[in-house]
T-cell receptor, first 110, second 117 residues
């Protein structure tokens, strides 16, 4: 199957780190993506990782990939209130088709 | 770079009306464009994939006569919801990619909220 699972909700305090987890099922996925969606808006590409990498860091964002367990995580350091949004992981399957996870709603409180 | 513009952002119309949504890549040529539908508090569901100059490929369960897709140029794709009914109310999002390789990510528009009365 092509199910990509995420926890539904995460609440953190401003300044803390946030870790959003994702489990995918297609071991042939070459790239895995993280997108951010603010209310009423489209998706913003945050970062992506190639399947032969274990980790990728981009400023406050760190992506960890455990290909054996098909587990992907996104860590946001020093989380800010502006980071409150829904975060989607996605994998590529077939001809550029993106399969999205269920989405994790991140709430950052002051 | 990689800006995708979607228009309109919100449309309300009566049942039976046809509604056209435009998706434009502003600063790159989009070989492939995608149309998604998103229900409240749910993930995105791919409706169809369109390549410039050819017919769109629809996902299973998506009515091609209901959701007409045209990708006439490398910067513009349109989705027309024909004879829209309240059950077609949803958030429609397009994305565009400059190539066919997996390492060329999709860039998304801001979505169109369609409300059918």
């Amino acid at each position: 199957g092509e199910d990509v699972e995420q926890s539904l909700f995460l609440s953190v305090r401003e300044g803390d780190s946030s870790v959003i987890n994702c489990t995918y099922t297609d071991s042939s996925s070459t790239y895995l993506y993280w997108y951010k969606q603010e209310p009423g808006a489209g998706l913003q590409l945050l970062t992506y990782i190639f399947s032969n990498m274990d980790m990728k860091q981009d400023q406050r964002l760190t992506v960890l990939l455990n290909k054996k367990d098909k587990h992907l995580s996104l860590r946001i350091a020093d989380t800010q209130t502006g980071d409150s949004a829904i975060y989607f992981c996605a994998e590529i399957t077939g001809f550029q088709k993106l399969v999205f996870g269920t989405g994790t709603r991140l709430l950052v409180s002051p | 770079g990689a800006v995708v513009s979607q228009h309109p952002s919100w449309v309300i119309c009566k049942s039976g009306t046809s509604v056209k949504i435009e998706c434009r890549s502003l600063d790159f040529q989009a070989t492939t464009m995608f149309w998604y539908r998103q229900f409240p508090k749910q993930s995105l569901m791919l409706m169809a994939t369109s390549n410039e100059g050819s017919k769109a490929t629809y996902e299973q369960g998506v009515e091609k006569d209901k959701f007409l897709i045209n990708h006439a140029s490398l910067t513009l794709s349109t989705l027309t919801v024909t004879s829209a009914h309240p059950e077609d109310s949803s958030f429609y999002i397009c994305s565009a990619s400059s190539g066919t390789a997996s390492n060329q990510p999709q860039h998304f528009g801001d979505g169109t909220r369609l409300s059918i009365l």
